[in-house]
């Protein structure tokens, strides 16, 4: 975890130069990994934060947990932790997005896939989502704290 934030303050945050992409997907496919593995053991987390990465997208917020795209279709393919982490990253980019609630099914915008071996959210947003990054991932922390 600290080689990926290292690298990517290193780079310039989210507004890394091209050339340093392959090398941050790379770290944070690592850490995503190295999350995933803390998330199967009954205590984790404290020497090493759990990452999740938030970034912002085209008219939308975006991101990556620790956890294998297969809970898009299996609810068996999470322990109850990864399930926490997840419902805790999707209330925060939904907190942060400004949508109004949803009236009816084809209202409901989230669109869950997957990058490398892990779990991919979007959800789009009302304002510029550059500046509802760092928004999205202090919602997260307040709603991950209690995982």
């Given at each position: 975890m600290r080689t990926f934030a290292a690298a990517l303050?290193?780079?310039?945050?989210i507004g890394a130069p091209r050339e340093r992409v392959a090398q941050l997907r790379d770290l944070l496919d690592?850490?995503?990994t190295a999350g995933a593995a803390?998330?199967?053991?009954s205590r984790s987390g404290y020497e090493?934060?759990?990452v999740v990465a938030i970034a912002p997208g085209d008219a939308a917020l975006v991101a990556a947990a620790p956890v294998a795209p297969e809970l898009r279709a299996d609810p068996g393919a999470a322990v109850e932790r990864a399930w926490?982490?997840?419902?805790a990253l999707v209330g925060a980019l939904a907190e942060t997005a400004g949508l109004p609630a949803p009236a009816a099914t084809k209202d409901l915008t989230l669109v869950v896939?997957?990058?490398g071996g892990h779990l991919a959210l979007r959800l789009p947003v009302l304002e510029d989502p550059a500046e509802l990054v760092e928004l999205a991932a202090l919602a997260f922390?307040?709603?991950a704290a209690r995982i």
């Open positions: 303050e290193d780079a310039g945050g690592d850490a995503l803390e998330l199967e053991k090493d934060p759990v926490l982490l997840v419902a896939g997957a990058v922390d307040e709603q």
